[in-house]
């Protein structure tokens, strides 16, 4: 038997339990692929699984964690082999197929990326598949054809993973960035980022008139509910709202009029499925337009037998920027 390190979910008879403990490699999934994970992170979703506040996790047991990077030490599939340097974010990892916690995982060669020049195995999970949305976002924002002259653009939930690297990229492309917090107090932080304004999330969250004042050209909203919302009433004609995330909630109470007397347009932006050629592009593109003195900045490193509770603090908005978890 191979035992290997793992944060494992079982199913109890009221919800779940979670435990740093040992797995058997006889255990692991089908795949053509075997990385020894070096660094994982903890995402929002990674929080939502170890506490079980959601049901995140559709198959037991599961080794929890949705990203990781590493590299390969067997390979059937003909575009990897053994030494190359790998990232790999979603796909259903610890949520249908055993994930990123654990000193070993087995997955599908389709699904990796190969880590961009330029980015450490250690960089790409302090980046993280929050800051792969981020890049996500923007990307999406440019295909739209919003460029910085249109002007201002506003990232919610700034002090979170998927804003902090938002309003990084953003200031670093050219963009003159409103960050939108709950957390004022970490305006010092958000301006070295590169936010030029700091705005009270307060000012966003109450329920949204169908049309507003317009205050930016697009923005990248990891916030959902009545923020998105106010966001769409407030974007500038023929403008643009990436949308990834939910951090206030799934609803939308908005009505047509941003899109039908505006132009305006809402951007749906997904990572798990997300197909793999806009993936690589997505990580090219965050070797090229992340600061990495910027990354630094917004890192903590923790060790894997700190990650539980480290969801529990990413769901309560205790967290700021992104943590990179030490496996092996
Ligand atoms: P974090 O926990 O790091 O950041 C979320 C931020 O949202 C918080 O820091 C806080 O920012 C803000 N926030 C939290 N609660 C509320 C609230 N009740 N009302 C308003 N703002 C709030 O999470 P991530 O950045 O990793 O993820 C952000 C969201 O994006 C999550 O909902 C996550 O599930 C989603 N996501 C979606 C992906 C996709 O594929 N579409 C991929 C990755 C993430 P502040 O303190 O600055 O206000």
């Known amino acids: 038997m191979t035992m290997f390190k793992a944060i494992r979910i079982d199913k109890a008879e009221k919800g779940t339990t979670v435990a740093l403990t040992q797995f058997d490699e006889a255990e692991l999934m089908d795949g053509d692929v075997t990385v020894m994970v070096e660094w994982s992170t903890v995402n929002y979703k990674d929080g939502l699984a170890v506490t079980g506040k959601a049901p995140v ?3 037991f047991p599961m080794i929890a ?3 990781f990077s590493g590299t390969v030490s067997e390979s059937s599939n003909p575009n990897w082999k ?3 340097k790998v990232i790999c974010n979603g796909w259903g990892m610890g949520e249908t197929h055993l994930g990123a916690y654990a000193e070993k995982a087995r997955v599908k060669g389709d699904w990796l990326v190969k ?5 450490s195995a250690r960089d790409a999970m302090a980046i993280g598949t929050a800051g792969y949305t981020a890049m996500l976002s923007v990307l999406a924002l440019e295909k739209h054809g919003l460029t910085p002259n249109q002007g201002p653009v506003v990232v919610t939930g700034a002090a979170g993973g ?3 690297i938002a309003i990084a990229v953003l200031s670093k492309l050219g963009y003159q960035v409103i960050a939108s917090t709950g957390r004022v107090s970490e305006s010092d932080y958000l301006k070295k980022l590169g936010a030029s304004e700091i705005i009270d999330r307060a000012e966003l969250s109450g329920a949204a008139k169908p049309i507003a004042k317009e205050r930016w050209a697009g923005g990248i909203d990891s916030v959902g509910s009545t923020t998105l919302a106010n966001l769409l009433s407030m974007t500038k004609y023929r403008g643009a709202i990436a949308a990834c995330g939910l951090a206030a909630g799934m609803d ?3 009505s047509v009029a941003p899109f039908i ?3 305006v347009c809402l951007l749906g932006i997904d990572s798990v499925m997300c197909p793999i050629a806009l993936r690589r592009q997505a990580w090219d593109r965050l070797a090229s337009d992340l600061d990495a003195a910027k990354l630094a900045e917004i890192t903590q490193e923790i060790s894997l037998d700190e990650v539980i509770a480290a969801g529990a603090r990413v769901l309560a908005g205790e967290i700021r920027g992104r943590l990179v978890v030490k496996i092996s």
């Open 115 to 119: 880590l961009p020049q330029g980015i």
């Open 162 to 164: 998927v804003g902090s």
């Open 252 to 254: 939308l109470p908005s």
């Open 82 to 84: 053994p030494g190359d």
């Open 57 to 59: 996790v559709r198959r």
């Open 65 to 67: 964690g949705i990203d």
């Open 261 to 263: 007397l505006r132009g």
